[in-house]
């Protein structure tokens, strides 16, 4: 069984940086498409970025330029290097780890405020 863990959130003002960091545990993480994905309140859950085992990424455009994902296959952990932050970042972030079964962690609160 694969677990997640997610660290990093927290307060931060506009223009600020946060560094997220999602642990892997249970599974082969090399073989995993790992993402992370956001919801504000009351939102949907929706796709920041995402990184696939061989090391493609895909962001978000409301993410493009601040954000970069990153993985380090031998601590088996995925990265989410939140740059410019702005208040509609603010949201709970998930990770999410997929490969043909699917898991997610239990996801950290990021806020954006002055």
């Known amino acids: 069984q694969v677990q997640l863990v997610e660290s990093g959130g927290g307060l931060v003002q506009p223009g600020g940086s946060l560094r997220l960091s999602c642990t892997f545990s249970g599974r082969n993480f090399i073989y995993y498409n790992m993402g992370w994905y956001r919801q504000a309140q009351g939102q949907q859950r929706d796709l920041v970025t995402e990184?696939?085992?061989?090391?493609?990424?895909k962001y978000a455009d409301s993410v493009k330029g601040r954000f970069t994902i990153s993985r380090d296959n031998a601590k088996s952990t995925v990265y989410l290097q939140m740059n410019n932050l702005k208040y509609e970042d603010t949201a709970v972030y998930y990770c999410k780890a997929e490969w043909g079964d699917m898991y997610w962690g239990q996801g950290t609160q990021v806020t954006v405020s002055s």
């Open positions: 990184i696939t085992s061989g090391g493609s990424t």
